[in-house]
């Protein structure tokens, strides 16, 4: 008899399960065709997949990522019920199994966040057509625009200068071997290593803790670099303004793992000086360098030269040369120029930047066009050997 009830109370334990299980497996599906499809992720800053078209075509398309299945079960992930809730759920569940990286993050010490690229990941086939495309780029424009006048700056992220705080045992991309190459292999006195300023101030607050860029504070060391390099006064940083915008911004190395931790502070330093900017050739201008309604925002980062645009164009107002030249500067770039350009702006009468992603404009047309007298290509050093528009320095 003891064992008959003992049985029947399994049956009615399994029963339970079994009736939870469905539940939610039911629910969640339900809720899920009755969920509004979502455009964005404010958390993850970034745009979500939406249900794809059907075709046969589609459903039998060669290329794995444009394959219908691939794209509605991404579609599927984005917009699963309670997304963010489920991704800080899996970070707390691989954090207590005594993981060290989740979803290509690291954590580090201090309560840094920072970009996992392991080594056995890297398309070398990608780096070595982005290599020799910039030798060959520079190369190129020395020659019309006279040596001194065209640079390559690649910066090392918080995975190369905060080694000491990522967790043992990793086997991060070798950042330093190829700011070594660059450094050997570019003419001579092309290539403007930040490095040594930024391993001086790796005790400092140089990289945010939530989101893969460097603070304003990091891309003054890298103005610094800069102005040694190219022969340019080097201004001290009490000579800028320096104002707090927020102290509550999460980056996006924190969407990716959703987990509570300190936000970052957004500092900006103004030269003083008067700017006015126009993005993407809009004919729309504003003054001045920052744009503070984007601290309202999800992305403070924004706060500088408003984010990503295919070009922005900064004329810096009664700017008083007296050389009798005009001096414009070509910046070629990633977002970590965004902290970088106010730095050096009150050097030049104009400064153009674009970036590849956005801009199709060739360099030749733009350097005829906008009368371009010294040029610069800037990027972080992952996103440098990564990056498949760099083609369009050829062009």
Do not use: C
């Not at 080694?163 to 190829?178: I, M, N, R, W």
């Not at 040594?196 to 101030?201: D, N, V, Y």
């Amino acid at each position: 008899m003891e064992g008959q009830g003992q049985n029947s109370e399994n049956k009615i334990a399994n029963r339970i399960i079994t009736a939870v299980f469905l539940l939610l497996v039911f629910g969640l599906t339900i809720a899920g065709l009755f969920s509004p499809v979502r455009a964005r992720s404010e958390s993850e800053n970034r745009n979500l997949a939406q249900k794809p078209a059907f075709s046969w075509e589609a459903l039998f398309a060669k290329e794995e990522e444009k394959r219908y299945t691939v794209l509605y079960e991404e579609y599927l992930s984005d917009q699963f019920v309670g997304r963010d809730a489920w991704i800080g759920l899996k970070t707390r569940t691989e954090r207590l199994l005594g993981k060290t990286d989740i979803n290509g993050v690291y954590f580090a010490e201090d309560g840094y966040l920072v970009t996992k690229t392991e080594a056995s990941a890297v398309d070398h086939v990608q780096e070595e057509k982005n290599i020799t495309r910039l030798i060959d780029f520079v190369e190129k424009y020395q020659e019309s625009l006279g040596k001194g006048h065209v640079h390559a700056m690649i910066v090392p992220t918080a995975a190369h200068i905060l080694v000491d705080k990522l967790p043992p045992f990793t086997s991060e991309y070798d950042q330093g071997a190829l700011l070594d190459r660059l450094g050997k292999e570019l003419p001579q006195g092309s290539f403007i290593d930040a490095g040594e300023e930024l391993f001086a101030h790796a005790d400092e607050y140089i990289y945010y803790r939530t989101d893969h860029h460097q603070t304003a504070l990091g891309a003054y060391y890298d103005y610094r670099a800069w102005a040694k390099a190219t022969g340019h006064t080097v201004r001290e940083l009490s000579e800028y303004g320096m104002s707090i915008g927020s102290e509550e911004f999460y980056g996006t190395l924190y969407s990716k793992i959703n987990l509570p931790m300190r936000p970052d502070t957004v500092t900006i330093y103004d030269d003083g000086k008067s700017y006015r900017v126009e993005y993407d050739m809009s004919g729309k201008k504003q003054n001045g360098l920052f744009v503070s309604e984007r601290l309202a925002e999800k992305d403070k980062y924004m706060v500088y030269l408003d984010g990503n645009h295919a070009m922005a164009d900064i004329v810096q107002q009664e700017s008083g040369k007296q050389d009798g030249g005009k001096r414009t500067l070509l910046v070629i770039k990633d977002s970590y120029a965004h902290t970088f350009v106010p730095f050096l702006a009150q050097d030049y009468d104009r400064v153009i930047m674009v970036d590849f992603r956005y801009s199709k404009m060739p360099v030749s047309m733009m350097m005829e066009q906008f009368g371009v007298t010294d040029l610069l290509v800037m990027y972080n050093a992952t996103n440098f050997i990564s990056d498949e528009n760099l083609y369009q320095l050829e062009r």
